[in-house]
């Protein structure tokens, strides 16, 4: 997606960018400033870990694997990767990270590590989820499939059971390397809301034009049998996705699904990107990192 965009954004961003601003300025160096945190951000105070369930949530240290929403992609600037805000590993106080929220500002700059690709697919985790084996972490999140189901069209998307054949081999590899790291699983969104959001923004869909998540995007305002059913099979291909991941981690005695709470999770038009209404914002980025917080340090797993 990212390099399809590239290809044209050059000349057509420039009459859309007039119509959204940066989502917010950066700490500049990279870290954390501590600052007060919101009502909304504020995290609970941690339960001690659970006897029965063996999961501790106090994690020591944070290797992240997914894609470009965990790289931060089109948060700050246009068509770029911007970690800094990235919900699982990053530096921003605005955000205050998972790591940071588990382990503190300096810590998390240390014990803490993004392997995420922008664009990568399912098929894709193996390789990232080899390297964050290596480095022996206490929890690896995972948030990956958006582009699995963000095609050109609903033929071209990764069929379940390959994506079932993806996700297992990503966890054999991680436990071959690190047969105690916890894992967080994050539900892939729910496309489709992103789209019922942005389609009332003409902005929005002077962007989605070019070309991003077409099998879902392509033709916003069209209402026709076609259509629906080509968003509805789109929707219907993540619902499938996220069976997939609580199914697999569920076998895992390390690993904890997220329960649906990102799928389910209502993006507004100032939690996703500016310039491409698709990626969170800064502060959609803050929002992914909270619900990580509240699914890792729960006494017990989403149900």
Request: net charge positive.
């Amino acid at each position: 997606m990212r390099r399809r965009v590239a290809a044209s954004a050059a000349l057509s961003f420039v009459a859309v960018a007039a119509l959204a601003g940066c989502s917010g300025e950066s700490s500049g160096d990279g870290v954390s400033r501590n600052a007060p945190a919101t009502s909304s951000s504020s995290p609970s105070p941690t339960p001690s870990p659970s006897p029965a369930s063996g999961w501790n949530p106090k994690p020591g240290s944070v290797a992240a694997v997914g894609d470009s929403i965990t790289r931060g992609f089109d948060a700050c600037s246009m068509l770029a990767d911007c970690p800094e805000v990235s919900w699982a590993t990053g530096s921003d106080s605005l955000v205050r990270s998972l790591a940071v929220r588990l382990l503190g500002s300096t810590k998390a700059a240390d014990r803490s590590t993004n392997h995420a690709v922008s664009g990568a697919r399912m098929v894709q985790l193996p390789e990232q989820m080899a390297l964050a084996a290596k480095e022996r972490p206490e929890l690896v999140t995972v948030m990956m499939g958006a582009n699995d189901a963000c095609r050109d069209s609903v033929r071209l998307m990764t069929p379940v059971a390959d994506f079932r054949a993806s996700f297992e081999a990503s966890m054999r590899q991680l436990r071959a390397g690190a047969p105690k790291a916890q894992v967080y699983v994050a539900s892939v969104p729910d496309l489709k809301r992103l789209w019922s959001t942005g389609r009332l923004d003409e902005g929005a869909k002077r962007i989605w034009s070019l070309g991003i998540c077409r099998s879902m995007l392509a033709d916003a305002d069209d209402l026709g049998p076609a259509a629906v059913a080509r968003r509805d099979a789109v929707r219907d291909r993540v619902v499938a996705y996220n069976e997939v991941l609580r199914d697999v981690c569920a076998k895992d005695r390390h690993c904890r699904y997220d329960g649906g709470a990102v799928f389910d999770f209502r993006f507004t038009g100032t939690q996703l990107s500016p310039w491409d209404w698709f990626h969170p914002s800064r502060d959609g980025q803050a929002r992914l990192a909270e619900i990580a917080y509240r699914t890792i340090t729960a006494a017990e797993p989403p149900a």
